[in-house]
């Protein structure tokens, strides 16, 4: 008893977050939204698809200034001209998807149920690619950002909904989704969870960590530091890099599960990528 | 076989009463001082180098530009920590005073050497 007592005491000093070891992803949900609306009761709930400049209005007004010349603008219409041409089988893109591809990209991740795995739009992109005979793209920059971007753009403004079907493997690649957000690895023994929930709105030298919340809807991103733009997948790498951990691989079963939790967290958000960032 | 340990064992012993008797003799006081001062400095420069401790990513601490706040400022340590040890051992492994604590374990995960950690501390103790 007393045990126990020490432990649940210990556990109520480690902040406001603790996920109890039994929650649907629905409860998960909404524990981890409403955490974020109690940490910054300022910031509008339809806002924090704009990250960290959803909390910081000192790095607001310049960013808002580059969104209007977007950085990615030459981007999206080079993912358009690369999502039109046809392959060399004379199809196109636009017949591997629903609604030729247009204004459904906010729908992925989504769990596929037939091959039970995470269908993310990167992978959809390549999936079509080699159903038509051409070589998959490299998953991390290049290409396949621009075409997402493109995509992306068409989808500006649905709500993003993620679907956690009942079956038990999408409801397991749920949970190791959730598991990798709360790992603590690396050199640095670090947890996204420890910088974008714990810590988020602290600054970490000069750079202020933003709200886990949001963080999938704007992406893929141009980068100023990237020069270019970058997929999720690829942001990834450099934040398990930065703690000295060893990423996973773009499109890894790690990553993949990853996305399709983070994502479900943002759940009734806008969808609005593709975003510009430092 | 125990025997073996056992001489050997005593063998270490003596060189190392050895080479500290003969590290008391030679330091005059003066230049203890300047060992002491030099720790200070190197632990300085190891605690705001960012491939080293960079613990200015997350604390205020002396005369550092641009420090994060995920930690508390770095102040009044002799103070807080009459035991110094203790210092020491925050900075060797956080986790062991708060499991789920954002702060690397510097000597646990060899991120920093033993001999980093001690000028580390040393340095730390004089803010």
């Given amino acids: 008893m007393k045990?126990?007592?020490?432990?649940?005491?210990?556990?109520?000093l480690l902040g406001a977050f603790t996920l109890p070891a039994q929650a649907t992803p629905q409860e998960d949900l909404e524990k981890f939204q409403s955490y974020y609306y109690k940490r910054f009761p300022d910031t509008p709930k339809g806002d924090f698809i704009n990250g960290v400049y959803s909390i910081d209005a000192a790095s607001r007004e310049q960013w808002e200034s580059i969104e209007e010349f977007p950085p990615y603008e030459l981007n999206i219409s080079k993912g358009e001209k690369l999502f039109n041409t046809p392959f060399k089988n004379g199809k196109t893109y636009a017949d591997c998807f629903e609604n030729g591809g247009i204004g459904i990209a906010h729908r992925y991740p989504f769990f596929d149920t037939n091959g039970g795995e995470i269908i993310t739009l990167e992978l959809a992109i390549n999936r079509c690619r080699q159903a038509n005979g051409e070589k998959p793209?490299?998953?991390?920059?290049?290409?396949?950002?621009?075409?997402?971007?493109?995509?992306?753009?068409?989808?500006?403004?649905?709500?993003?909904?993620?679907?956690?079907?009942?079956?038990?493997?999408?409801?397991?690649?749920?949970?190791?989704?959730?598991?990798?957000?709360?790992?603590?690895?690396?050199?640095?023994?670090?947890?996204?969870?420890?910088?974008?929930?714990?810590?988020?709105?602290?600054?970490?030298?000069?750079?202020?960590?933003?709200?886990?919340?949001?963080?999938?809807?704007?992406?893929?991103?141009?980068?100023?530091?990237?020069?270019?733009?970058?997929?999720?997948?690829?942001?990834?790498?450099?934040?398990?890099?930065?703690?000295?951990?060893?990423?996973?691989?773009?499109?890894?079963?790690?990553?993949?599960?990853l996305e399709y939790y983070h994502t479900y967290m943002s759940n009734g958000l806008e969808s609005n990528g593709p975003g510009a960032r430092k | 076989m125990q025997h073996t340990a056992k001489s050997i064992s005593k063998k270490?012993?003596?060189?190392?009463?050895?080479?500290?008797?003969?590290?008391?003799?030679?330091?005059?006081?003066?230049?203890?001082?300047?060992?002491?001062?030099?720790?200070?400095?190197?632990?300085?420069?190891?605690?705001?180098?960012?491939?080293?401790?960079?613990?200015?990513?997350?604390?205020?601490?002396?005369?550092?530009?641009?420090?994060?706040?995920?930690?508390?400022?770095?102040?009044?340590?002799?103070?807080?920590?009459?035991?110094?040890?203790?210092?020491?051992?925050?900075?060797?492994?956080?986790?062991?005073?708060?499991?789920?604590?954002i702060m690397p374990p510097f000597g646990r995960h060899k991120m920093l050497s033993e001999e980093e950690i001690d000028n580390i501390t040393d340095y730390i103790y004089t803010l």
């Avoid at chain 1, 045990?3 to 109520?12: D, I, M, Q, V």
């Avoid at chain 1, 403004?157 to 009942?166: K, L």
């Fill in chain 1, 137 to 257: 793209l490299k998953y991390k920059k290049g290409a396949i950002a621009d075409i997402g971007a493109y995509m992306k753009y068409t989808s500006r403004g649905e709500t993003i909904n993620i679907v956690i079907p009942d079956d038990p493997a999408a409801l397991a690649a749920y949970e190791l989704g959730k598991k990798v957000f709360f790992a603590k690895r690396g050199q640095m023994n670090m947890s996204c969870a420890d910088c974008h929930i714990h810590n988020a709105g602290n600054l970490i030298r000069a750079d202020k960590l933003s709200p886990g919340l949001g963080q999938p809807t704007h992406f893929p991103v141009y980068r100023s530091k990237w020069g270019g733009m970058g997929t999720l997948h690829r942001r990834y790498t450099g934040c398990n890099k930065q703690v000295r951990a060893k990423p996973y691989k773009a499109q890894s079963p790690e990553y993949r599960a």
């Fill in chain 2, 12 to 101: 270490v012993m003596t060189i190392s009463a050895v080479s500290a008797i003969a590290a008391f003799i030679n330091l005059s006081p003066a230049l203890a001082e300047e060992k002491a001062a030099t720790a200070v400095e190197k632990g300085k420069a190891v605690s705001v180098d960012r491939k080293k401790g960079n613990c200015l990513a997350c604390h205020a601490m002396d005369d550092g530009a641009l420090p994060g706040n995920i930690g508390p400022p770095l102040v009044s340590m002799k103070l807080r920590y009459p035991d110094k040890a203790k210092l020491r051992d925050q900075i060797w492994d956080a986790t062991k005073r708060n499991p789920n604590s």
């Fill in chain 1, 3 to 12: 045990k126990l007592l020490t432990a649940t005491l210990a556990l109520g």
